[in-house]
């Protein structure tokens, strides 16, 4: 098992930027998959930003491309999110989560996209923009 605490959301103006951090409780890197989701009032929780296990590969949602940079401390066991060019649609509760991939030497697998397919969840931080 693995826990997940999220930190660093808050409330920024239209352009604004933050770095949201999320601590896990074990060694992640080479065992999970890591990412970001988001779930807005009444909407579906979406997948952000997730990085394939060891940071093989990584999946950005096109709403994000160009803005969020999803990155690994595997020293400190830390999953972050730099979040740059914030837009009032980035307003919203953002979690990180966990699930165990499979690292198979010379294979480059796009990292799982589902919420449905992840296993740990962090309590959430919430993220307002204003315009």
């Known amino acids: 098992q693995v826990r997940l605490v999220e930190s660093g959301g808050g409330s920024v103006q239209a352009g604004g930027s933050l770095r949201l951090s999320c601590a896990a409780s074990?060694?992640?890197?080479?065992?999970?998959?890591m990412g970001w989701f988001r779930q807005a009032p009444e909407k579906e929780r979406e997948g952000v930003a997730i990085v394939y296990t060891a940071g093989v590969t990584t999946y950005y949602a096109d709403s994000v491309k160009g803005r969020f940079t999803i990155s690994q401390d595997s020293t400190k066991n830390t999953l972050y999110l730099q979040m740059d060019s914030l837009k009032p649609a980035d307003t919203a509760m953002y979690y990180c989560a966990a699930t165990r991939c499979t690292l198979v030497a010379g294979t480059r697998p796009p990292p799982p996209r589902l919420s449905t397919d992840y296993n740990y969840w962090g309590q959430g931080t919430q993220v307002t923009v204003s315009s």
């Open positions: 074990r060694y992640t890197y080479t065992v999970y998959c």
